[in-house]
């Protein structure tokens, strides 16, 4: 059976009509040219230029500006998504690196590539950012509150699932991967009525959701803190007061 075409297969009357009077004005044109001044030769040199020159006006528009324009978009989407990333650390990601942080045994061997200052440049940024891809995340689970760990997170359970609806995070799989691995402890820890009485098996697994959501959390907070610094110095100032990971750190301006 042949399917039926879509009611957008075809022009819109107003732009067909459209191109149509603009052709007709053109032929026009040509013909008062001629009636004017009898010079064919004249007309044909100017109409194969114009066409000649068509092909580079479509690759200036579709592949320079179209490509400029299409950039731009795409910034303004992210400076978007940055706002969401502001508010996720705001409500939740802040805490959870404070919580876990504190259960990790090897923190000490990169806290120096967390305590920024205002003086980091872009290659501190990024080597303090290798050195975290490469880091052995570890929580040690025995010495997590599970229920206070799971109060805490079904509270931002419905923060947490709008996010996930914000369309722009698409532009942005890190932190998608992010919020997809908090929602999931989230959703592990919301299943389990009696979390004091885990069998050893269970609490390993939880462990690994936990140290996947965790070091998740620490990498994506570099790269927020570098767009704070480079896009947005007041906040950035602000970060730096408040960082989880600076045992000296305090939002009083001293």
Not at 73 to 98: D, H
Not at 183 to 193: C, M
Request: net charge neutral; hydrophobic share 45%.
């Amino acid at each position: 059976m042949r399917k039926g075409k879509g009611k957008n297969s075809r022009p819109a009357s107003w732009q067909l009509a459209l191109i149509v009077s603009l052709a007709l004005l053109s032929a026009l044109l040509y013909l008062f040219h001629y009636a004017l001044f009898k010079d064919l030769h004249h007309i044909l040199i100017y109409l194969v230029g114009d066409l000649a020159f068509l092909p580079l006006e479509v690759l200036l528009v579709t592949l320079i500006v179209h490509r400029l324009l299409a950039d731009r978009e795409r910034r303004q989407r992210m400076e978007k998504l940055n706002l969401v990333i502001g508010a996720f650390f705001s409500e939740v990601g802040s805490f959870l690196l404070t919580y876990l942080s504190d259960f990790d045994p090897h923190l000490e061997s990169i806290r120096q590539d967390l305590t920024l200052t205002q003086e980091w440049s872009a290659a501190q940024f990024a080597r303090a950012s290798r050195r975290l891809r490469q880091y052995h995340y570890t929580v040690q689970m025995e010495k997590v509150d599970l229920k206070e760990l799971k109060a805490y997170l079904l509270q931002k359970r419905d923060f947490l699932l709008r996010l996930l609806e914000n369309p722009n995070l698409l532009e942005h799989e890190d932190f998608t991967e992010l919020l997809q691995a908090v929602f999931h402890l989230t959703e592990e820890l919301s299943f389990r009525q009696d979390l004091g009485a885990l069998p050893d098996s269970d609490r390993s697994h939880l462990g690994l959701d936990t140290k996947r959501a965790y070091g998740l959390l620490v990498r994506e907070w570099l790269d927020y803190m570098r767009h704070l610094k480079e896009h947005h110095p007041y906040l950035f100032s602000l970060a730096l007061r408040t960082n989880p990971f600076d045992q000296t750190a305090s939002p009083i301006v001293r």
